[in-house]
């Protein structure tokens, strides 16, 4: 469960603070760690993690603009929708 991505933690802090906790797709509180929430099942599902505005399929850097917070399942949905996308493109 490694992220190959050179995301920082300076990053993370930052829009955590723009965001004030809240997952930039449903609007809904994050958990910040682990032991926020019951269960690991739980946590899995709800962690924040790091969404690329622009995809980086579409070319979106693993830029801090280009960046923002959402719960790991709303990230998840969102890339499924992006690959069925509206302009027939293939996100992988
Ligand atoms: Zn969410």
Redesign the pocket.
Known sequence: MVEPRPLSRANFDSLWAAQSGQ?A????A?PRGRFDVAHASIWKKQRPTFDHIVPKAAGGPDRLENLQL??A??NKRKGKRQAGGVDGRDAT
């Open positions: 997952c797709l449903c609007g809904k994050m959402a719960h399942v709303c």
